[in-house]
Structure formats: structure tokens, C-alpha cells
């Protein structure tokens, strides 16, 4: 199973980007799926987080701005960050990440590679 993260940028504060994250592989269905940044140093943290079910869980410092969302194709099963009003504090590493249970019926766990993400003032 592999996650391909993309849609990272920089942008000015106040502006908007859209994260996306592709899954793809052995997945027999997904547990949840999330999005997480770190800044160098720190802890990475948890952004949001959307279950099977389509429940949602945000920080708050990004509650109001940011949405997640996740689509099923065929194969690939896609998770979405959209990230409004950008802050300067918002500039980190996401990555996603997804908990799934495989096509041998395991429990897994799978990040993607980071996609960087700077807000300028």
C-alpha cells in the first residue's frame, strides 16, 4: 500500500491550497484516514482526521478554516486537505496517513511522504 501526498506550495497569508493524498494497493477497506504536520523540531501533530463512517476531528487552531474529505474510486481511495485562510503558523510538513485493514485482513498503518506547506506574511 502506498500514499502519495501532493498539493503543497507557498502562499501568501489569507490564501487557500488543497492537499490531496492517494492511496492505493492492498486495502480492503479504511479504517480512517488523516492529515498531520510537523515543523522541524517539533512533534508531528494531527490536523484532521475523517473515519469510515465520514466523521471528522480537527485542531482546533485550524477549526473553521480547514476541511477534510475522502473519495473511493475503483482502486485508489483519495483524501483531501482543503486549507482556507492561511496563517504563517500553518507553515509545516503534512503528511496523511491512513489505517486500514489490508487484502490479508491485517490492521495497518501507512504514512505518505510529506508535502511541504509555507504561508508567507
Known amino acids: 500500500v502506498q500514499l502519495q501526498a501532493s498539493g503543497g506550495g507557498s502562499v501568501k497569508t489569507g490564501d487557500s491550497l488543497r492537499l490531496s493524498c492517494a492511496a492505493s494497493?492492498?486495502?480492503?477497506?479504511?479504517?480512517?484516514m488523516g492529515w498531520y504536520r510537523q515543523v522541524q523540531g517539533k512533534q508531528r501533530e494531527l490536523v484532521a482526521a475523517i473515519t469510515s463512517g465520514g466523521r471528522t476531528n480537527f485542531a482546533d487552531n485550524v477549526k473553521g478554516r480547514f476541511t477534510i474529505s475522502r473519495d473511493n474510486a475503483k482502486t485508489m481511495v483519495y483524501l483531501y486537505l482543503q486549507m482556507n485562510s492561511l496563517k504563517p503558523e500553518d507553515t509545516a510538513v503534512y503528511y496523511c496517513n491512513a489505517d486500514f485493514t489490508d487484502g490479508l485482513g491485517y490492521r495497518s498503518f501507512r504514512w505518505g511522504q510529506g508535502t511541504q506547506v509555507t504561508v508567507s506574511s
Open positions: 494497493g492492498s486495502i480492503l477497506s479504511i479504517n480512517a
